[in-house]
């Protein structure tokens, strides 16, 4: 899964019709090309390497992940929950093998041996990162308000970051769903379901997310492209943000990635429409909001 990760990407990225209608070429490619840095020159290497006999993961990780920062390596690592590391390593091949030297002499317990490192294509990394750790909370509030939408809100920094998206996320990667940009919201309100002054919303879902990609979040936010992993209780699996349009409220795309989540041909938001704290409709408030 993780191999094909930024391929897939970089093929939903920046191909879509509706940045070329929106942006023009230059910035579009700014926005989501990788910047040039040493994984994109020549001489640089990329590593998948297997690591065994780390007894607490979460140590571990941590320490690979300072070790990789300080020498400069970018890629990630991330725990396969059965006490083995998966360390994906990209840079300079010096600082790659500086790495990996560490690695076969041992750290906080853990080693790669040499027959579980294998060379991979560089995918252009830009940070090292740990994978597989809950970023914060995300919600999907069903709003009716002068439209009906639905708000999606990923934690960043203290604060919802939101977006409007008018049919509602998709589980199907060929459903490209628009997402405009709203202004942050605070956590309380993922709390919030009930009657408002003109209409009422749901928690349509509800969970955690992880930050993933190859840029640093909330650069990869700044920067219009977007990748992240929900564990909600409906959505689940990669998806992705891109952007198409800037202005007053950017437009961006809200895309299902491909993973074993991935429901081909499936609308969620009909099949699986109750709150996921009420387990009432958006229609069933607005009902009963309507005859008290
Ligand atoms: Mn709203």
Known sequence: MADS???????????????SEAAPRSRRAAEAAPRDRSTREPGARAIRALI?????????????????????????????????????????????????????????????????????????????????????????????????????????????????????????????RLAVQVEDHSIEHNDFEGRTDHGAVVIWDRGTYEQGGRVAWPEALDRGHAVFVLHGEKLRGGFALQRTGRGRKPQWLLIKRRDEHARIGSDIVAEQPASVISHRTLDELLREAASA
């Open 52 to 176: 065994t006999g780390a007894r607490d993961d979460e140590d571990v990780r941590a320490v690979i992940c300072e070790r990789a920062r300080k020498l400069g390596v970018m890629g990630w690592v991330r725990a396969d929950g059965k006490g083995t590391l998966e360390l994906h390593a990209e840079g300079p091949s010096a600082v790659v093998e500086a790495l990996l030297a560490l690695l076969r002499e041992g750290l906080a317990g853990a080693s790669a041996s040499a027959r579980d490192v294998r060379d991979v294509r560089v995918e252009g990394h830009e940070h090292f990162a740990i994978r597989g750790l809950s970023s914060g909370a995300f919600v999907v509030q069903e709003h009716a308000a002068t439209t009906r939408h639905f708000d999606l809100r990923l934690e960043v920094d203290g604060v919802m970051r939101s977006w409007a998206v008018p049919k509602g996320p998709p589980m199907d990667p060929a459903a490209k």
């Open 5 to 19: 990760d930024s391929r897939r990407t970089r093929k939903a990225a920046p191909r879509s019709r509706r940045a």
